[in-house]
């Protein structure tokens, strides 16, 4: 049973960082590409950032790059996501996600399986 457990979110202040990491059991890890998105109350699903399995290749959103760094550890299953110099506007819930497609995908529909999510709330 694959599963996908995000780490605990939180309240930030504005210009504030916060790194959030993703535990991965059930899966060989290192042959599945990561993502991370994110959702905030009547908004569609966002893109946050992807790395491919090797984790030289990463790419990020446009909303959020220079600002995040989605990175992975292959030896320890995990996945995270830096966050810094967070916005009022980044406040949502993230989600980390599995992709069994060899590239990197900016599309929700392209990830077989899901963590719960954690909320980020950036408070200005």
């Known amino acids: 049973q694959v599963q996908l457990v995000e780490s605990v979110g939180g309240l930030v202040q504005t210009g504030g960082s916060l790194r959030l990491s993703c535990a991965a059991s059930?899966?060989?890890?290192?042959?599945?590409?990561m993502g991370w998105f994110r959702q905030a109350p009547g908004k569609e699903r966002e893109f946050v950032g992807a790395?491919?399995?090797?984790?030289?290749?990463?790419y990020h959103g446009d909303s959020v790059r220079g600002r995040f760094t989605i990175s992975r550890d292959n030896a320890k299953n995990m996945l995270y996501l830096q966050m810094n110099n967070l916005k009022a506007e980044d406040t949502a819930f993230y989600y980390c996600?599995?992709?069994?497609?060899?590239?990197?995908?900016?599309?929700?529909?392209?990830?077989?399986?899901w963590g719960q999510g954690t909320q980020v709330t950036v408070a200005s």
């Open positions: 996600a599995a992709s069994q497609f060899g590239v990197l995908s900016t599309t929700p529909g392209k990830y077989d399986y």
């Open positions: 059930g899966l060989v890890f290192s042959r599945y590409v």
């Open positions: 790395i491919l399995r090797s984790g030289f290749n990463r």
